[in-house]
């Protein structure tokens, strides 16, 4: 069974910067990609930004290249999201996830979430 808990959200003026954490435990962490997915209120759920196992390989959705940047410590057992330059339209609740591949997944394992709200 793994375990997914974020944190690092809250409301922020645009322009401003957060940075998200994922702890994960419950399963050799460095053996998996991880992910980082947000939902808006009334939109799909995206994925924003994926990392490999071993932190090699990154992968972003266009809206955030540049601003976000996604990094692991797989001797904390953490994912990060570093946010910077942040929209109203970044607003949503993140959540990390576990999976397979960095650039396709699947994503099997999701933590509850943590809003980030960007006021303009």
């Known amino acids: 069974q793994v375990q997914l808990v974020e944190s690092g959200g809250g409301l922020v003026q645009a322009g401003g910067s957060l940075r998200l954490s994922c702890a994960a435990s419950?399963?050799?962490?460095?053996?998996?990609?991880m992910a980082w997915f947000r939902q808006a209120p009334g939109k799909e759920r995206e994925v924003v930004a994926s990392?490999?196992?071993?932190?090699?390989?990154?992968r972003y959705i266009d809206s955030v290249k540049g601003r976000f940047g996604i990094s692991r410590d797989n001797a904390k057992n953490t994912v990060y999201l570093q946010m910077n330059s942040l929209k109203p339209e970044d607003t949503a609740v993140y959540s990390c996830?576990?999976?397979?591949?960095?650039?396709?997944?699947?994503?099997?394992?999701w933590g509850q979430g943590t809003q980030v709200t960007v006021s303009s």
């Open positions: 996830a576990v999976g397979n591949y960095y650039f396709s997944g699947p994503w099997n394992y």
């Open positions: 419950g399963r050799t962490f460095s053996n998996y990609a």
């Open positions: 990392i490999s196992g071993r932190g090699e390989n990154t």
